[in-house]
């Protein structure tokens, strides 16, 4: 089930990228914070990978090419405002995607239900932040303007039509740019300049084509247990 | 009872410097009232001793929980299945939260966080010894939940009836928490135990290296330990470090026979007579190495942790900045991070 997948994947792959998080965070509160994001993507990420096979053969046991998430979740975190960069545009997106999923009667509305209001609260965390180091110190804005301007290319995949999703891409993507603009706008960042996708990149995740960190990413995500084929943890 | 507390609230009403009269009158109604078993609340008189082991304990409580969470996180994005990487996560989470209680707990004494975490950093404050050993497998997840935090229960326990009202408060709910992961670091280990060779191989590998590291939870010997008789007056401690200890081996020796793995002591054997485990004796050389800063990775822990902080000072200076330029009257430095704590979802522990 491609769309399962896709969605899948975006979840835990971001999920994992905030777990690598842990103990590293600016403050205590974000340790909490960012724990908790990750939490609530690995929930589901487990139940959207439970309608498409088996969770953890799904997670651990596929290659690079075989995995379907979106190209920006698979980012390295960079500093807090890449990671927060990455959060607003992937949230900002989730969020309005599992609205359009959860009125809907698709096999992900029951998720999608439960799921945009955890999004929500993600959605609404990277706001703040945005807002914080967009108009916070000259370096937070530096560094925020750096991080949006750098992930602007990744967000272009965003809005590739997923099969077996039934959803009003081209309304998304409205809304979805309007949405970051007020917030950026408030922020007072500017909106990135410059082509929403690669060369190449379009909907290229999504194909199992991905970013070099990622393969690196799955290897230490894996590693264990492959090493122990068929063993139960 | 009453009279105590009406004694010792009457200081709140006392304005200026108190006489020695009054000192020793203070002293007086703080005694009645820890002998009473009542509470000491933070607008109360009290000892600057008593005030001062209060915030080295519970500092020292908070930055265990901090530094705590490294050796864990340390296989989050390693984890072996989807379930086991959502439970270590959540526990980590948790871990940063029952630092958040200590600290207020701490700051209720006077002092603030950001004071303590200075003493953390340059090394006036310490964290459990414990947390220096590293986590070399997997199956060390599992024996930390299993005998470390199985340790600071048995040792915690105790201070959810500490004389300290703030702290013992804090302790409630830590507890509960922690009972939580004790019985899921048991379980991962079950689980290895009863699986392949290797993996049951890895289980007793962990535990080999964590029983003893565990037992030196307890601190020094009772005749060693400095502050323990004080503590104990104070109601702050309520049994010694080798009660304790003893506690904790009795309660581990037949779990491990029910995991199927076996306790790395020689010398570990029933006494009739004593109605208590015998152990072997333990190596206090390596535990007062350890605290000196000599073991696996005190430098490792202590600048992932100054690295941590460092490196978001400028992400806390923009937090601050936003909140001068947005909040009217108290300029606070109140950031997301703090909402999304407090209204945060139900606990980790509870959900995972």
């Known amino acids: 089930m491609t769309a399962a997948l896709a969605l899948g994947d975006d979840a835990l792959v971001l999920s994992h990228r905030l777990g690598e998080w842990a103990g590293h965070a600016p403050v205590l509160e974000e340790e909490v914070a960012l724990a908790n994001i990750a939490l609530d993507l690995l929930g589901q990420a487990r139940v959207l990978l439970s309608m498409a096979g088996d969770e953890d053969e799904l997670a651990y046991l596929r290659e690079e090419r075989s995995f379907r998430n979106l190209q920006l979740v698979e980012q390295p975190n960079g500093d807090f405002a890449h990671t927060i960069a990455r959060q607003l545009y992937f949230s900002t997106y989730q969020h309005l995607l599992y609205g359009e999923l959860a009125a809907g009667d698709s096999p992900f509305a029951p998720l999608a239900a439960k799921a945009v209001k955890e999004v929500a609260y993600h959605r609404d965390h990277a706001e703040q932040w945005t807002l914080r180091l967009g108009d916070g110190t000259q370096t937070s804005h530096q560094r925020m303007r750096r991080a949006c301007d750098a992930l602007w290319r990744y967000t272009g995949e965003l809005f590739q039509p997923v099969e077996g999703l039934d959803a009003d891409w081209p309304g998304l993507e409205t809304r979805w740019l309007e949405s970051i603009q007020d917030i950026l706008g408030r922020a007072t960042l500017p909106l990135p300049e410059g082509p929403r996708t690669g060369a190449w990149s379009a909907g290229a995740g999504r194909q199992g084509l991905h970013t070099e960190p990622f393969g690196r990413m799955l290897a230490e995500m894996q590693h264990l247990h492959r090493s122990h084929p068929g063993a139960t943890w | ?352």
């Open chain 2, 1 to 352: 009872m009453a009279t105590a507390a009406a004694q010792r609230t009457a200081r709140t009403e006392a304005d200026g410097a108190p006489d020695t009269a009054d000192t020793a009158a203070f002293q007086h109604a703080f005694d009645a009232a820890v002998a009473a078993d009542e509470r000491i609340e933070p607008r109360d008189w009290m000892p600057d001793a008593y005030r001062a082991t209060l915030v080295r304990q519970i500092a020292q409580h908070a930055h265990s929980e901090i530094i705590g969470m490294q050796p864990e996180a340390n296989w989050i994005t390693r984890a072996p299945s989807l379930r086991r990487k959502a439970i270590l996560t959540a526990k980590v989470q948790d871990e940063a939260g029952h630092g958040l209680y200590l600290y207020s707990a701490a700051e209720t004494l006077g002092t603030s966080r950001d004071e303590l975490l200075d003493k953390l950093h340059s090394g006036r404050q310490k964290y459990s010894s414990i947390f220096n050993y590293p986590t070399l497998t997997w199956a060390d997840v599992g024996a930390i939940g299993w005998l470390v935090d199985g340790a600071a229960i048995t040792n915690q326990v105790p201070l959810c009836r500490c004389s300290y009202g703030p702290y013992a408060r804090a302790m409630v709910r830590i507890c509960k928490e922690e009972s939580f992961h004790q019985r899921q670091g048991y379980e991962l280990l079950l689980a290895l135990s009863k699986g392949t060779p290797e993996q049951h191989a890895m289980a007793q590998d962990a535990v080999d290296r964590w029983w003893w590291p565990s037992l030196m939870m307890f601190g020094p010997p009772d005749d060693e330990s400095q502050h323990s008789a004080q503590s104990m007056e104070w109601k702050i401690k309520r049994h010694s470090n080798d009660e304790l200890r003893q506690r904790f081996v009795d309660i581990c020796v037949p779990q491990a026979e029910s995991l199927g793995l076996t306790l790395p002591d020689a010398d570990l054997r029933w006494n009739e007579e004593r109605g208590h485990y015998d152990f072997g004796p333990i190596d206090w050389t390596e535990f007062w190495e350890v605290l000196k800063g000599n073991g696996p990775c005190n430098e490792q822990r202590i600048t992932q942790r100054r690295r941590a902080h460092d490196e978001g000072a400028w992400v806390r200076e923009a937090a601050a900045a936003y909140a001068a330029k947005h909040t009217r009257g108290t300029g606070g430095t109140t950031g997301p991070g703090e909402t999304a704590h407090e209204t945060g979802h139900e606990t980790e522990a509870e959900r995972a």
